[in-house]
């Protein structure tokens, strides 16, 4: 790993333990799981999975989009002792499914709907934010894609229901944190100073005002409610008997079976869609091996259910603020999963100081930077086969969940490519090459998404030191995924491997230009 990223490593491990915090709490708490149970799992999606993943910039840990298959599991399964039994064996399912090189499927993900993933995200984090930003906690932190339509209250509702019920001291905390945020965005001075990230500052800053209030303005004292709430055993006895182990006498449960696959499917899904969004945001653009990735997810939730902890998934919140405050090695995720090991051990008292109006500061920043007014702007250029999609994914997320509202981009997505594209490939011009040889690769008529996966993996295996010839000169139509595969291959790809690219009959009737930096050669 890069020893240039060492200190914004750490400091980004900082931050992103400091918003990982109150969500494996939070998440853990809206699954109806033992609060410890959420610290363990980000413990160990930091720091074991950090160790095996190959991805540098993801972050692992408990994911709200399980928590409705955990709190019916519990429920359904009798206790929460079998239902770790289902989390160790949706991890055996997931080692299996990384072996049997499953997760190439993540390359069939458009990039219109991964980016209406992230911007849903972004929009679902800032709205659920609102609340602990004003004092009024109605959601559980971290609890993005819940809508509790037996109450007869969703996300949207509680929002208006913030301006009757805030607190002029949790109002005032998240205002700074925004400011202080905005600053660091903005200020030219700000940006030089490493030492210290914004979000960081932000914690700190906020705990100091909250501390000020509490000693002198006791009316805008925030109540320890609307502060992180961290387990706090008082002997080691009583930190050891937070963990439980699976009840395996259920190994003959049928239910318990059917849970883990659940599991196992619902999180590695999760998993690769994050993986694919992190590629996205990750500045270097470096490669992800998806299956060594679910290898990595199977340890994890092996681990986690058998000592008491909750499944995980790569997380694109954490894996957003972690890009934001610096990171660029695996590093930072370890560090933020010794971070959270230490804390339990050594600071509970402290961190409980910390006010929810911080971190909901911080995390409607990085939910701003999702969902920013020039992605939709950059969406809407690229056309309406890469609009309507990305609009869809985005609505269909927010007003169902993750999983359903992905499922319905993409068949919007789908039915948009094939409508106009039956049949689309390219030509390999030999399947052997060897280093420093001459290599041409020729693209049919028409090329879609579907060939996405293919083109990645040739350019990927393309040897070190060769020349390679990219023609486009008989294509009509290339989607704009496989542009950005050949763009990305010119700028970082083929300079890492030191090859020589000549990319000739790309047209400029494609009418794509604004979609890619590529250089147009004819």
Same mark, same amino acid.
């Given at each position: 790993m890069q020893k240039q990223f060492l200190k914004t490593d750490l400091l980004s491990g900082l931050v992103v333990f400091l918003v990982a915090l109150p969500l494996c709490l939070g998440i853990a708490l809206a699954s109806g799981a033992p609060l410890f149970s959420g610290i363990i799992s980000g413990i160990i999606g930091g720091i074991v999975v950090g160790l095996l993943s190959n991805s540098q910039i993801s972050v692992s840990g408990p994911a709200a989009g399980l928590t409705a298959i955990i709190v019916t599991a519990i429920g359904s399964l009798g206790g929460f002792e079998p239902f770790l039994l289902a989390v160790v064996l949706a991890g055996i399912f997931q080692l299996g499914l990384g072996y049997l090189k499953a997760g190439s499927i993540s390359n069939y993900f458009p990039s219109n709907v991964i980016e209406g993933m992230l911007a849903a995200i972004g929009i679902i984090i800032i709205l659920t934010q609102l609340p602990h930003a004003v004092g009024y906690d109605i959601e559980h932190e971290g609890d993005f894609f819940f809508i509790d339509k037996t109450m007869n209250h969703n996300i949207f509702s509680d929002v208006i229901d913030v301006i009757n019920f805030s607190h002029?001291?949790? #109002?005032?905390?998240?205002?700074?944190?925004? +400011?202080? +945020?905005?600053?660091?965005?903005?200020?030219?001075?700000?940006?030089? $100073?490493?030492? @210290?990230?914004?979000?960081?500052?932000? #914690?700190?800053?906020?705990?100091?005002?909250?501390?000020?209030?509490?000693?002198?303005?006791?009316?805008? %004292?925030?109540?320890?409610?609307?502060?992180?709430?961290?387990?706090?055993?008082?002997? $080691?006895?009583? &930190? /050891? !008997?937070?963990?439980?182990?699976?009840?395996?006498?259920? $190994?003959?449960? +049928?239910? *318990?079976? /059917? *849970? %883990?696959?659940? $599991? %196992?499917? #619902?999180?590695?899904?999760?998993?690769? +869609?994050?993986?694919?969004?992190? #590629?996205?945001?990750?500045?270097?653009?470096? &490669?992800?091996?998806?299956?060594?990735?679910?290898? %990595?997810? !199977?340890? !994890?939730? /092996? @681990?986690?259910?058998?000592?008491?902890g909750i499944p995980m998934t790569a997380v694109i919140v954490r894996t957003s603020a972690n890009v934001n405050s610096g990171g660029r090695t695996k590093r930072s995720s370890i560090a933020h999963g010794v971070f959270l090991l230490l804390s339990v051990l050594a600071i509970p008292y402290l961190l409980n100081k910390i006010p929810l109006a911080s971190l909901a500061g911080v995390l409607i920043m990085i939910g701003y930077k999702l969902a920013s007014p020039s992605i939709f702007k950059k969406m809407w250029a690229n056309g309406k086969y890469q609009f309507i999609p990305f609009a869809a994914t985005v609505i269909a997320i927010i007003s169902t969940d993750l999983l359903k509202g992905i499922g319905i981009g993409l068949v919007v997505s789908v039915f948009f490519i094939l409508r106009d594209n039956l049949k689309l490939a390219y030509f390999f011009k030999k399947e052997h090459h060897q280093e420093g040889e001459h290599i041409k690769i020729k693209l049919a008529q028409e090329v879609s998404f579907l060939n996405k996966a293919a083109i990645k993996q040739t350019l990927y295996e393309v040897p070190n030191n060769s020349a390679v010839t990219i023609d486009a000169s008989n294509s009509v139509y290339i989607d704009y995924d496989v542009l950005i595969i050949i763009d990305e291959f010119i700028r970082f790809g083929s300079k890492d491997k030191n090859i020589t690219v000549q990319l000739i009959g790309l047209k400029k009737e494609y009418q794509i230009e604004n979609s890619s930096h590529i250089s147009l050669e004819n």
């Open positions: 002029l001291g949790a #109002v005032t905390i998240s205002i700074v944190s925004l +400011l202080i +945020l905005i600053s660091f965005s903005t200020s030219k001075i700000l940006k030089k $100073i490493k030492l @210290l990230p914004g979000a960081l500052v932000v #914690v700190i800053a906020g705990t100091l005002i909250n501390s000020a209030f509490t000693a002198f303005i006791p009316s805008l %004292a925030i109540g320890q409610e609307h502060l992180v709430n961290l387990p706090t055993p008082n002997s $080691i006895n009583d &930190f /050891i !008997g937070q963990f439980k182990t699976p009840d395996f006498s259920s $190994i003959t449960n +049928l239910n *318990v079976w /059917i *849970v %883990a696959i659940t $599991i %196992a499917i #619902v999180a590695s899904i999760e998993t690769l +869609l994050c993986i694919e969004a992190a #590629v996205k945001i990750d500045p270097l653009k470096r &490669f992800t091996n998806s299956n060594t990735e679910l290898k %990595a997810q !199977g340890v !994890g939730n /092996i @681990l986690s259910g058998l000592i008491g």
